[in-house]
């Protein structure tokens, strides 16, 4: 079944520790998105990659950076966590084409604790 | 700016019908979509509206005001498994070279009782 697949599930880190999080789809979607979410929060967009083509938010704070090496594979890169950075964090991916409805498919989220 | 409403939370019982409100404020509009989120996994698609009307999949169904920035989601006949939270989120241009972006509200938690 073509999907959007986060690895780990969950996630525990030490405070400044660099970690990464991953994200793989077989829906062959031009676009990844990375959401964080913390609880009973919406989902906020950092940032997302349209083809190749990254486009960051504008309150995206500097420690966090992305990596899209190929269709198929997206990054998170958290260069120094901080407590507050404690959250889920989901991938989706959507296909940007004329006449598509575009909508985004959600992986099953990576928790991540800093402790 | 974006700005999203919904209730936070509500409660209905098995076998009835409830509606869900969502209002929006938003900088451009090009759709508006319901997720069901339970706890701990991430959003699942339920529905997409980008004209006036009534969209209906089954024992749920999504409405748009576009001029009145106001959209609802009634489930029908609703089973313990509907507890969850429900979110409505508004597409708009992004201001860059990117694809459109998703404006999400804070979600509203439903209880299903017996």
């Known amino acids: 079944d073509a999907m959007v697949i986060q690895n780990p599930r969950y996630q525990v880190t030490q405070f400044g520790k660099p970690v990464t999080l991953s994200c793989s789809q077989t829906l062959n979607h031009n676009v990844m998105y990375w959401y964080q979410q913390k609880s009973s929060q919406a989902p906020k967009l950092l940032f997302h990659?349209?083809?190749?083509?990254?486009?960051n938010e504008a309150d995206t704070p500097d420690n966090f950076q992305s990596r899209r090496p190929n269709t198929s594979f997206c990054f998170l890169d958290i260069r120094s966590p901080g407590l507050g950075d404690a959250a889920m964090y989901l991938c989706?991916?959507?296909?940007?084409?004329?006449?598509?409805?575009?909508?985004?498919?959600f992986g099953p989220g990576t928790r991540l604790l800093v402790l | 700016g974006q700005n999203i409403d919904q209730p936070t939370e509500m409660t209905a019982t098995e076998g009835a019908i409830v509606q869900i409100n969502c209002t929006y404020q938003t900088s451009g509009f090009n759709g508006l979509f319901w997720y069901q989120q339970h706890a701990g996994e991430a959003p699942t698609f339920l529905s997409y509206?980008?004209?006036?009307g009534l969209e209906e999949k089954g024992r749920f169904s999504s409405f748009l005001s576009r001029s009145k920035g106001y959209s609802y989601l009634l489930l029908k006949e609703l089973q313990m498994k509907d507890s969850a939270s429900y979110l409505c989120a508004v597409r708009s241009p992004y201001s860059g070279a990117g694809s459109y972006q998703l404006t999400f509200g804070k979600g509203t938690k439903l209880s299903v009782i017996p």
């Open positions: 989706a991916t959507s296909i940007k084409r004329a006449g598509r409805q575009e909508t985004q498919y």
């Open positions: 509206n980008v004209l006036d």
């Open positions: 990659y349209y083809d190749k083509d990254f486009n």
